[in-house]
């Protein structure tokens, strides 16, 4: 009992625990001769200043000129860059342990994380700990703990055939109703279907959803993305190399055996018609495609490994399970990877420009290496690694994601009346991507919290807590 005491202790701080990380917390705040990159994608400004009151902004203007109320805190922030706080639509409170069939909940270290990289909000897609996710969002509202607002997806709506003990398997169409409408009267304000689900479960998953509001997601395989995409789903996950499409003799309602879509997407001609025409119909249906360029690179031998300050966030066992199977990739002759991630990039920047929704998270899953917080900054880099403008890519991490959970009106973007979510960084971000991981203050509804002080606290506790 004393352990459970403990555990509860070190998950809902204390207020005064997660008061130690706020660097400003002023009624009103002027932030001046700062650069703005302002999420709409549009070019950055220079010598601006923008005040806050409350957790709004109150106006955004030339420093020269712009009126300071009185009794504000004026932040001299030469030099820095502000952009709108995160909103990231993959990422998840539980990271991969014991082999990669159980997935532990990091309750204390991943919502610290998450904003500490600068994510003001998130949804979860997909949820190994039921109601974990729900009660650390409500401790998050609450100010017990530190965090960016959650969308907390429901566990995974998923069919028979999945090796993850933590996920139940669904019996039929009429229990998939049965299982989205208990977990949205829980609480849960999002779905996510996984790879075993039968078209006629999906069906129904998504229109008790839809009927309460509320949008459903997928990363799929035994359903092609053009029946999901017809059945009404909202938002595919992962993007194209896990679509089943392309596989020939694809039966329905069956995830095609072994590596048969992956191969089937290694061989895709992507200025084929069959690409050109699956693009075209996702983006006239409105479906949503969720980048998560940050889980493909660890499979690939030529990308960077993780960057030891996100190494250094991990449990030293998790560590070396990371270390040990990044080492095995990074000698094996096998390219395939390596073709899947740059078709999937060029896939996603296709999708874009044809005009859809495309949106990014992290998926902090595999076999480790992805940490939360340090891999939002990643997702970024690799955005533009895709042929994306760093400014575009901003636009795909904080407004496209706010657009996509409807909220675009209050967050997403720099402007008079929108919610004070910002990262301040160091340097220009518009220039040089990787600026977007020196993150000195992250402010979360007008409170700045020390973004430094917070990757310090969890150092080494991630795989655990
Ligand atoms: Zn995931």
């Not at 998950?11 to 625990?17: E, I, K, T």
């Not at 998504?206 to 359903?223: D, N």
């Not at 200025?271 to 889980?295: C, F, K």
């Not at 890519?393 to 008079?416: E, F, P, S």
């Amino acid at each position: 009992m004393l352990t459970h005491l403990a555990a509860i202790a070190l998950l809902v701080q204390q207020p005064q625990g997660a008061r130690q990380f706020v660097a400003v917390s002023d009624s009103i705040i002027a932030l001046t001769n700062v650069r703005v990159i302002d999420g709409t994608g549009a070019a950055a400004r220079a010598g601006l200043t923008i005040v806050i009151k409350g957790s709004t902004i109150q106006s955004v203007g030339d420093a020269a000129s712009a009126r300071i109320p009185a009794g504000a805190r004026t932040i001299d922030l030469t030099g820095r860059t502000v952009m709108p706080g995160y909103v990231m639509l993959h990422e998840h409170l539980f990271y991969p342990s014991g082999g990669g069939a159980i997935y532990n909940e990091q309750g204390f270290s991943f919502p610290r994380l998450y904003l500490a990289g600068g994510v003001t909000t998130m949804r979860t897609a997909g949820n190994m700990a039921g109601y974990a996710d729900i009660n650390i969002r409500q401790a998050i509202d609450d100010g017990t703990a530190l965090g960016p607002a959650i969308d907390v997806t429901a566990p995974y709506l998923e069919g028979p055939g999945l090796p993850i003990p933590q996920v139940k398997a669904l019996r039929d169409a009429d229990d998939a109703r049965k299982m989205v409408n208990y977990w949205a009267d829980e609480g849960a304000t999002s779905f996510k279907a996984y790879m075993h689900i039968t078209r006629a479960e999906l069906g129904a998953a998504a229109q008790e959803a839809h009927k309460r509001g509320l949008k459903i997601t997928g990363h799929l395989c035994s359903v092609t993305f053009r029946e999901a995409a017809a059945l009404g789903i909202d938002d595919l996950e992962h993007g194209f190399v896990v679509a089943s499409d392309f596989v020939t003799d694809k039966k329905p309602d069956e995830c095609p055996v072994g590596n048969a879509v992956q191969r089937s997407i290694a061989a895709l001609d992507i200025n084929g018609s069959g690409a050109r025409d699956l693009i075209a119909e996702l983006v006239r249906r409105r479906v949503a495609i969720t980048s998560t360029l940050t889980i493909f690179e660890t499979f690939v031998a030529t990308q960077p490994n993780a960057p030891s300050k996100a190494l250094d966030a991990l449990l030293p066992e998790a560590r070396r399970q990371y270390e040990q199977r990044r080492a095995a990739i990074t000698q094996s002759a096998d390219t395939t990877w390596n073709v899947l991630l740059r078709k999937e990039m060029q896939l996603e920047k296709m999708f874009a420009d044809a005009g859809g929704l495309l949106v990014v998270g992290t998926d902090p899953t595999g076999f480790g290496g992805v940490v939360a917080g340090y891999s939002n900054q990643r997702a970024l880099e690799l955005l533009v690694q895709a042929g994306f403008s760093p400014l575009d890519a901003v636009r795909i991490a904080t407004l496209n994601g706010a657009q996509y959970l409807g909220r675009d009106a209050k967050i997403g973007t720099i402007a008079a009346g929108k919610q004070a979510d910002l990262i301040v960084v160091r340097g220009d971000p518009s220039q040089r991507i990787e600026d977007v991981e020196n993150v000195e203050l992250v402010f979360k509804q007008g409170v700045g919290y020390d973004s430094p002080k917070i990757f310090e606290s969890v150092k080494g506790r991630v795989g655990l807590h």
